[in-house]
Nanobody
C-alpha cells in the first residue's frame, strides 16, 4: 500500500516562497507519475503540476507556470513543489498524488484528479497580502 505524506506548508507573505515535500513509501516510487493539486475553501480541487517517472518531463497549470517548479528525487522517494512569487490566490490545501498503475507516460490526462489513485492528507499554504 502506497502512503504519501506532505510537509512544508505554512504562512507566507505575498511575493515569498515555500517548498513543499511529499514523502512516498510502500512501493516502487520511480514507476509513478506524481502530481500536485490544491483546493481552496469553497472551490473544487485543481491541478497544479505533474512530473514524469524519471523527472525529465513536467507539466503545469497556466496559473502557476513560471512561478512553481515540480521536481523529484527517486532515491529519496520524494517529490517537491518549489513555489516562488506566491500570491494570495495561491492560498489552499495542497495535495500530493500518485498514479500507481506504474509505467504510464506523463501526458495531459495527468491534470485530471481521477488519474491518481493515492493521495496525501494535504498541507495548508496561506499567502497573506
Amino acid at each position: 500500500q502506497v502512503q504519501l505524506v506532505e510537509s512544508g506548508g505554512g504562512l507566507v507573505q505575498a511575493g515569498g516562497s515555500l517548498r513543499l515535500s511529499c514523502q512516498v513509501s510502500g512501493r516502487t516510487f520511480s514507476s509513478f507519475v506524481m502530481g500536485w493539486f490544491r483546493q481552496a475553501p469553497g472551490k473544487e480541487r485543481e491541478f497544479v503540476a505533474a512530473i514524469s517517472r524519471s523527472g525529465g518531463r513536467t507539466y503545469y497549470a497556466d496559473s502557476v507556470k513560471g512561478r512553481f517548479t515540480i521536481s523529484r528525487d527517486n532515491v529519496k522517494n520524494t517529490v517537491y513543489l518549489q513555489m516562488n512569487s506566491l500570491k494570495p490566490e495561491d492560498t489552499a490545501v495542497y495535495y500530493c498524488a500518485a498514479d500507481t498503475l506504474g509505467g504510464r507516460v506523463l501526458s495531459n490526462i495527468h491534470a485530471r484528479s481521477d488519474e491518481y489513485d493515492a493521495w496525501g492528507q494535504g498541507t495548508q499554504v496561506t499567502v497573506s497580502s
